[in-house]
């Protein structure tokens, strides 16, 4: 499903010169479930960023669903983004002057669609997360909790295949927090849908099927 | 996705209020302007009902001479007969008529009110003498222009342009229609003879007014205010002919202040000071608009770099570069719609409450029209730099800021 081989990424400035991976080697096969864990700067979200396409790498080669990606166009990742990745951030990074339920169609704006079958998937990706009695408010009207489920909803209302979350549960307290692993532990379990998480909870990490642990932009497990 | 633009423009509308108010502004400014540049140029397009070229103004002033307290009625006739004949002596000279002081470009005016069918109207009177219609070229639509058989007229003759028909006659044949002035004891007929197109003797800038022209000869009275003759000459007559006439009239009238001027200087002048005139005005609004695309520039371009985090997360979910390009520029199109909406609500007011009668509807909606597509153009150049900004954003920096 994607397939990293020798990844490195490098990023150059004027004056300095980071190097925030080097030799990346995974595979994460289809309905996995992956954690990703490591101390901040350690490049987790540079992995995560070139496993959806957002970040092209400075080395080595990526493969999502078979299809390499070193060759494409800008347009054809952002189409395969649209398609196959979903995205949940630490920081939720809802619109806020669009409903819940705006917010959740918006990434089927960007596919053939009617306004009534955005609608009606929206609807029911917000039954998915417990939203179902949100839909007409603001996202400044939500709590953390509601906020990250509006994101968890809007990355699976485009029903990917792979679902990309950066720190999901690093704003949230820890109850919040078990509520957001639950969904992402259902949404796995019930449709297949693969995961991956970077997170810093330990416990969390542990109940998913494999961790990935970087330090300074390498492997070390 | 222009719905979901309109949801994003409504729901930001406390923060918007500023630009989109500053674009109605914009809006009013140039629908004033345009309405005004339409008017004008409609105006201007339009014929005036005589022909200005090689017609030259003579000013005969015997009230300003001193010899005035001495000179008889039957004195001051015969002198504007020599000075006929003497002007149609001349080589250069085609024919000659004489008028009121209300000629093109002089600007005075002479309104009286008549009564036809019981009802009171306003009219401008002219008061010309038989090659009047001739110097000027003015072709008559019906009847007859003013001749020598009209010495022995009963009723006055009088011939009207194609306005006095349209305001006062309808739909009824001109020739032959009877208009009173019943302004004295005993009320004095006028019986019309002939019909010309228009008389726009105000110039290009004026529109046209019913106007009705009386017949003047050397041998009444209105020949002591009516001394302004018009000397239609040839092409090849040349500037140093002005010269000639003013000398050989001060000699034949012992010292009358000559004038003489030709009608198209007077038109060109005119034409001149409305330019100056119009000028001031066109500046403030260019600088107005001018100002205001500034403002929408730096406003768009601001509002872009603070939507990183919403650009980025619409990248991450499948937006095409273009597609954020274009939703800039749509956003400030939506803005400008309702900018232009209200704006047209407005200005929809001014033909309805008959502001400017003389302007036409169909001026005031061709004006509405012409500042919305310029309205829109200009908020659709000013978005254009934001929006390729904003197309280039890359999504994991833009989602790596918070
Ligand atoms: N756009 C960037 N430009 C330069 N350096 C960057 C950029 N993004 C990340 N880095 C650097 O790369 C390293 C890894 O960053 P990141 O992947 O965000 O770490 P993590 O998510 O594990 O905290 C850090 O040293 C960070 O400073
Ligand atoms: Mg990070």
Redesign the interface.
Known sequence: MIDLTHVEKVYRTSTIETLALKDINLRINPGAFLSIMGPSGSGK??LL?IM?L??DPTGGQVQVDGQQIANMK??EM??L???RIG?V???Y?L?N??TVV?NVE??L???KST?AERRQKALAALDKVGLSARTRH?PTQLSGGQCQRVAIA?AIV?EPQIILADEPTGNLDSVMSDEILDILMNLNKNEGTTIVMVTHNQQMAEKTERIVRLCDGSQVD | MIRHMFKLIWNRKRRNYLLISEIFFSFVVLFAVSTFALFTGIRLSEPLGFDYEDVLVVQTNYEDAQQTDSLSEREVKDIMATMERELRSCREVVDVAWGSSNLPWAGSMWRTSYIYDGIERDYSIHYVSDHFADVMTMPLLEGRWFNADDDAAAITPIVINRKVCETTFGDKPAIGQIITDDDDETPVDFVVIGVVDEYRYRGEMEVSEPSIFFRRTHEDSLTLYAGTALVKVRPDAGVGFQKTITDRLAEISHGWIIGVEALEDARNESLRNIKINALPGVIVALFLVFNVALGLFGILWYSVSRRRGEIGVRRAAGALAAHISWQIIGEALVMATFAILVGIILAIQVPLLDIQPQISTAIYLLAMICSSLMIYMIVAVCAMYPSRLAARIQPAEALHDE
């Open positions: 979200s540079t960023n959806g957002l970040d800008d347009d952002a189409r983004r649209n398609r995205f951030f630490q920081s990074h619109i002057d669009l705006d918006m990434p704006l960007y596919r306004s603001f809007r485009g």
